[in-house]
C-alpha cells in the first residue's frame, strides 16, 4: 500500500473512526483501525464487535493495499504533523510495517494482518431503509439520549428504542426514574422497532453535524442498524428484548399545569444545582402556586436557595421534589421559549414539553421523602 493524503484530512479521519476502537480488548486488532484503499481513496474502518464505523476519504493511490495499524499512536502521531502532505507506505519486504513521511519526518509503524481484522456488523440487503435529514436527527437523539439508563442491569433500557409507524420516526428512551420521546414526520411509510444500544447512540451524536442539511441513510434488519452520511458509517448490533409499552406510562389527567419561561427555570436550577451537588442529595423543591413555581433547596452543610420563577398556573396547588440532575437534562435541551409543566400529584410523573408541542416530552418521577 502507498498513499498520499493531506494531514489534516487523514488526522480528521482517524480521530472520527477511533471512536469505535474498543477500549479494553486482549485482542490486538480490536485496538486498531484498518486502513485500506478503494476506488475513491482510503477506507478506515474500526469496531469492538457491537459496533463499527467506517470513513472513506479522497487520497492519491499509489499502491493498494491493506494493514491494519495501532489506533491510538497513529491518531497522536498524525494529530502532531506539520500541515503537510502524508504518504504511508507498506515495507515490501515486511507489508505490516508502515513507513509514515511528513516533509523531513519519517515515522515506521509495525501493524497487525489486515485478513485477520473482524468484520463490522453489518444490514443484510433486504434492510429497510429511511432517510432523515441530518440536524433533525441529531436533535431527536440528542433530546432523548439523556434518558438512556447508564447501567445495564435491563439491558434493553441501556438502549434508545427506535420506531417507525406509517409517516412518524420516534425515539424513546427511560432509565425508570424519567422517560423522554420525541417523534417527527418522514417521507416513508415503512413499519419497525429496533433498541440502538446507548454508546452507539452517543457515538452517532458526535458525528452528526446540527447545521447540516444532509440525508441520512439509515438501513435497519432483525439484528443490526446502520446510518450513512457523507462518507462516514456507523454500524451496530442492535439490543435484543422488548421495550417496556411506554405508552402506558404517559399520563392523560392533570390536576395542575403550569406554563413558565424555560430560561428563567433553567437558570433557577442551575444555581440549585450548585448547592445540591456538593451537598450530596441533589434535591429541589417546587411549590406550584397561583403565579408560578417558587423552587428551594437545602443542604445542611451549606445553606439553602429560595427562588421564584412566575408563570400562569391552572388547577391545585402543589408540593413536589426532584433529582436536580433529571431536570436539567431535560430543560437543556428544549429550545422553545416556554414549557408546559402538567403535574397529578406529589408522587405522580410530571410532564414536561414546549408550549403547544406534542411531538417532544419528558417524563421525571418525583423524589419521596421519608
Not at 481484522?117 to 440487503?125: A, C, D, I, Q, S
Not at 417521507?187 to 452517532?204: W, Y
Not at 446540527?210 to 434488519?221: A, F, I, L
Not at 439484528?223 to 422488548?242: Q, T
Amino acid at each position: 500500500m502507498n498513499i498520499l493524503c493531506e494531514k489534516s484530512v487523514l488526522a480528521a479521519a482517524l480521530s472520527l473512526t477511533q471512536r469505535a476502537v474498543a477500549l479494553r480488548s486482549p485482542l490486538p486488532n480490536l485496538k486498531g483501525i484498518l486502513l485500506e484503499t478503494g476506488e475513491q481513496g482510503l477506507i478506515l474502518s474500526a469496531t469492538d464487535l457491537e459496533f463499527g464505523i467506517t470513513c472513506q476519504v479522497e487520497t492519491k493511490v499509489i499502491e493498494h493495499g491493506s494493514v491494519v495499524l495501532p489506533a491510538k499512536i497513529l491518531t497522536e502521531f498524525v494529530r502532531k504533523l506539520p500541515e503537510d502532505l502524508v504518504e504511508l507506505k507498506t515495507n515490501p519486504e515486511n507489508p505490516l510495517q508502515v513507513h509514515i513521511t511528513c516533509g523531513s519526518i519519517k515515522f515506521d509503524l509495525s501493524g497487525y494482518a489486515p485478513d485477520e481484522f473482524p468484520n463490522l456488523p453489518r444490514v443484510k440487503e433486504d434492510a429497510i431503509s429511511i432517510t432523515v435529514n441530518e440536524g433533525l436527527l441529531r436533535e431527536m437523539l440528542t433530546q432523548t439520549e439523556v434518558a438512556v439508563a447508564r447501567e445495564d442491569t435491563r439491558p434493553v433500557l441501556a438502549g434508545l428504542l427506535m420506531e417507525v409507524e406509517k409517516t412518524k420516526l420516534k425515539f424513546i428512551a427511560t432509565d425508570g426514574h424519567r422517560l423522554a420521546f420525541r417523534q417527527a414526520v418522514i417521507p416513508e411509510t415503512q413499519e419497525l422497532k429496533a433498541i440502538i444500544p446507548g454508546r452507539a447512540v452517543q457515538e452517532l451524536i458526535k458525528i452528526l453535524d446540527p447545521d447540516m442539511g444532509e440525508d441520512v441513510t439509515v438501513k435497519v434488519d432483525n439484528s443490526n442498524i446502520a446510518f450513512d452520511v457523507k462518507g462516514v458509517a456507523l454500524s451496530s448490533r442492535l439490543v435484543e428484548g422488548k421495550y417496556p409499552p411506554y405508552q402506558q406510562i404517559i399520563p392523560t389527567d392533570y390536576k395542575t399545569a403550569a406554563v413558565v419561561d424555560s430560561a428563567e427555570l433553567t437558570a433557577a436550577l442551575e444555581r440549585a444545582e450548585i448547592l445540591v451537588r456538593d451537598g450530596g442529595n441533589n434535591l429541589v423543591k417546587f411549590d406550584v402556586g397561583e403565579n408560578g413555581i417558587r423552587l428551594s433547596a437545602y443542604s445542611q452543610d451549606i445553606g439553602s436557595i429560595d427562588d421564584f420563577i412566575s408563570g400562569g398556573v391552572e388547577g391545585e396547588p402543589v408540593e413536589i421534589r426532584f433529582n436536580v440532575r433529571l431536570l436539567l437534562d431535560c430543560f437543556r435541551n428544549i429550545k422553545d421559549s416556554e414549557v408546559n409543566i402538567d403535574l397529578t400529584g406529589e408522587f405522580s410523573p410530571c410532564m414536561i414539553r414546549p408550549v403547544g408541542e406534542h411531538n417532544y416530552l419528558h417524563l421525571v418521577l418525583p423524589v419521596r421523602v421519608s
